[in-house]
């Protein structure tokens, strides 16, 4: 529930804050070792961000509540897009550059749009269908070198199917959203992150079968932490549009690539290509284009429905 004091610069504060929180989770996942299961990843990732979560729900009163819902197939859904977009991320996030990651994960609102529009119904007009086109391009500019990997063959096509997998997490995640839209109309939004992570943890344990590792410490370690970092940066999410509108808070998800390209220098001595910062470039563009298309239309929405009253 959206808090009636309005702060936009705390808001911002807990945008960026949730930002550094989740790109501190993808270094520590990094850092865990890349022969990691993807569906393991998973499991530690969701499992440890319900301590936080509960922890968050419980002190605002509100872990009760969130574990009542009205659409539990909504939950299902939602939940099994999720857990296969995050897998497909992970994946690609252990055999790829972290900013390249960070960056191809942008195609997410862009697919989103076009979703909004085939499942939901939304009226996207020339403007967004341009951002979105271009947005696409800039996609294809990062993650073509990577494709033309498959002709070499050997290890380095991991690069190119992580690449893909993380333009498939882009899809399923945008699926995802369209489904969150929807639970939005009769959820609480403590109920769509308490279930999602109690659903992931679950169907993570499926891939018991296929690879799990006894990890080392280390490992173990930084998966926990990377789990417990997940919890956090959800609830400093939830708190940064508790105090501002979402097009106020949305532009600051882009300031990830440049801490991450920070990051990634400093702990992994990875450097962005050229065309990764072009492409980068485009789709920052065309999601800050995006939603200031979709603020100005809000501001249209919100003086009509205030001039028939």
């Known amino acids: ?22 790109l501190a989770m993808q270094t520590f996942i990094k850092l865990a070792g890349s022969d990691i299961q993807p569906g393991q990843v998973t499991f530690c990732r969701s499992f440890f961000a319900l301590f936080p979560i509960m922890a968050y729900l419980a002190y605002r009163g509100q872990l ?21 977009s995050m897998g497909l991320g992970f994946y690609g996030l252990l055999h790829l550059p972290l900013p390249e990651a960070i960056a ?11 979703f909004a529009a085939l499942f939901l119904g939304e009226t996207v007009r020339i403007y967004r269908w ?39 997490a882009s899809v399923l995640g ?21 279930y999602f ?3 992931a943890t679950v169907f993570s344990l499926v891939t018991v079968p296929v690879g799990w590792q006894v990890l080392d410490l280390k490992p173990q370690l930084l998966l926990v932490a990377a789990g417990f970092c997940g919890g956090v940066a959800q609830i400093l999410l939830t708190e940064s549009y508790r105090h501002a509108d ?3 808070v949305a532009p600051f998800e882009y300031t990830s690539i440049v801490i991450g390209s920070v ?23 065309a999601g800050i284009f995006i939603i200031y298309r979709e603020h100005q239309l809000d501001l249209e929405r919100r003086a009509a429905r205030q001039a028939g009253s």
């Open 263 to 285: 990051i990634a220098y400093f702990v992994f001595g990875d450097v962005p290509s050229g065309s990764t910062l072009m492409g980068t470039a485009i789709v920052v563009a």
């Open 64 to 84: 009760r509540s969130a574990f009542y819902t009205a659409n539990p197939i909504g939950h299902l859904k939602r939940g099994t897009l999720g857990i296969i």
């Open 174 to 194: 945008g699926m995802a959203m369209i489904q969150v839209r929807r639970l939005v109309e009769e959820e609480k939004t403590a109920t769509i992150v308490l």
């Open 1 to 22: 529930m959206r808090s009636a004091t309005v702060n936009p610069m705390r808001g911002i504060a807990f945008k960026v804050g949730s930002v550094v929180v989740f």
């Open 130 to 168: 341009s951002a979105v086109f271009f947005g696409m391009v800039g996609v294809a500019i990062i993650s073509w070198p990577k494709l033309t990997l498959f002709r070499e063959g050997g290890i380095h096509s991991e690069q190119a199917i992580g690449a893909i997998t993380v333009l498939l």
């Open 197 to 199: 992570s109690i659903i």
């Open 246 to 248: 979402v097009s106020t």
């Open 104 to 114: 191809l994960g942008y195609a997410m609102p862009l697919v989103a749009v076009i």
